[in-house]
């Protein structure tokens, strides 16, 4: 399913890297296949970081992470 955002504006440099910066503490956290309560909680600061949240934060998040969960791929360990 396709999903529109024709009100969304394109990212400026320091939204993207932001972004970026995200993208790396996830991957990271993600790379033993388990994500903690620590590395939850880091990537929660990180999206909240400029004090807002955005599309594409919200969006990586659910590609690296939650479809992982999904499929198996990724397990999360909040003990």
Do not use: C, F, H, W
């Not at 009100?7 to 932001?18: G, K, M, P, T």
């Not at 993600?30 to 994500?35: E, K, Q, T």
């Not at 309560?37 to 955005?54: L, V, Y």
């Amino acid at each position: 399913m396709e999903i529109s955002r024709p009100n969304q504006q394109e990212l400026s440099a320091s939204e993207q890297q932001e972004l970026e910066k995200l993208k790396t503490i996830v991957e990271r956290a993600a790379a033993d296949g388990v994500i903690t309560r620590a590395e939850r909680d880091q990537i929660s600061a990180a999206i909240r970081a400029n004090g807002k949240i955005t599309v594409a934060e919200l969006e990586l998040v659910r590609t690296l992470l939650r479809d992982k969960v999904e499929r198996g791929e990724l397990m999360l360990d909040y003990t």
